[in-house]
Structure formats: C-alpha cells, structure tokens
C-alpha cells in the first residue's frame, strides 16, 4: 500500500497550489481519506476530510480556502489550496484512516512554504 503525495512547493502569500495523493494497494472510493499538516513545532492537524457518501469538512483555519477532492478513477485525492497565507506552511499529508484491512494509511508528506 502506498499514498503517493505530490504538489508541494514554495508559493507567496495569496498564490494557490494544488496537493495530489495517488493511492495504490487501496481503493479510495471505499473509505474516507483526509489530509492532514504539521508545521515546525506543532502537533500534526487535521485539514480536510472527504467521505465515500461524498461530504466534506474542514478546519476552521482553511474553510472557504481549501478543497478536497477524490477522482475514484484516477484513486487519488486532492487538496486545492487558494489564499494561501504563511502559517499554511506545513508538510502536508494525505490519510486514509481505519481502511478495511484494519490499518490506517498515511503519505509520505508533501512541503508546503508560503512566503509573505
């Protein structure tokens, strides 16, 4: 199994950036997937849920900026980020909690800076 995460990079503030989680071993359209962040000295949050019924929740800090997305196709999960702001800085990762088999799946993390 495997949550491949891309899309990380150095933006200003204001820019957008687009986060991608390619999912292999699994099948995203069974399970909700999240993605989660941590910034430099802080405890790991979570950023934005997707479930399979097709709702989706975020943290206070990102609504109105952030969207997830799944294309069950392509099994992989998006995060669009729009208004980015410096404390978005932060790895980012994408999660597939409590899977069927038992496990709960994590990405390996994408860098996220935002510049002001």
């Known amino acids: 199994v495997q949550l491949q995460a891309s899309g990380g990079g150095s933006v200003q503030a204001g820019g957008s950036l687009r986060l991608s989680c390619a999912a292999s071993?699994?099948?995203?359209?069974?399970?909700?997937m999240r993605w989660y962040r941590q910034a430099p000295g802080k405890q790991r949050e979570l950023v934005a849920t997707?479930?399979?019924?097709?709702?989706?929740n975020y943290a206070d800090s990102v609504k109105g900026r952030f969207t997830i997305s799944r294309d069950n196709i392509k099994n992989t999960v998006y995060l669009q980020m729009s208004s980015l702001k410096p404390e978005d800085t932060a790895v980012y990762y994408c999660n597939a909690p409590d899977y069927g088999d038992g496990n709960t799946y994590w990405g390996q993390g994408t860098l996220v800076t935002v510049s002001s």
């Open positions: 071993g699994i099948r995203i359209s069974v399970n909700t």
């Open positions: 997707a479930t399979i019924g097709g709702s989706t």
